[in-house]
């Protein structure tokens, strides 16, 4: 079956870069649309970013967006998200999620997505 994995999380200060990776597997990942989401502490989770299947389309919420960036490797069957110019703010749990790809009219990059990481901690102290 479909599993994702996140890895690359970690502890950095104000101002500094992290790249998280998803690594997916369990089927094509040529033919799935990928997003990044996070929760905060005391938070809901909110959507981050989306990349289209074959990467034609890319979208950001308001708050990442210029300082984020989403990408995917059909050959490596990996979607990275960079983060720059990290924020106390951005201090979340970041989750990868996939689903099957859409029709351009039927795609919505918030989702609803089918299979979901269990997500890696990014700590941004101030």
């Known amino acids: 079956q479909v599993q994702l994995r996140e890895s690359g999380g970690g502890l950095v200060q104000a101002g500094d870069s992290l790249r998280l990776s998803c690594a997916y597997s369990g089927g094509s990942f040529s033919a799935v649309d990928v997003a990044w989401f996070r929760q905060g502490p005391g938070k809901e989770r909110e959507f981050v970013a989306a990349?289209?299947?074959?990467?034609?389309?890319?979208y950001y919420s308001d708050s990442v967006q210029g300082r984020f960036t989403i990408s995917k490797s059909n050959m490596k069957t990996t979607s990275y998200l960079q983060m720059n110019s990290l924020k106390s703010e951005d201090t979340a749990v970041y989750y990868c999620?996939?689903?099957?790809?859409?029709?351009?009219?039927?795609?919505?990059?918030?989702?609803?997505?089918?299979?979901w990481g269990q997500g890696t901690q990014v700590t941004v102290s101030s």
């Open positions: 999620a996939a689903k099957s790809r859409s029709i351009s009219s039927a795609y919505r990059p918030q989702g609803p997505y089918d299979y």
């Open positions: 990349i289209r299947w074959n990467s034609m389309g890319t």
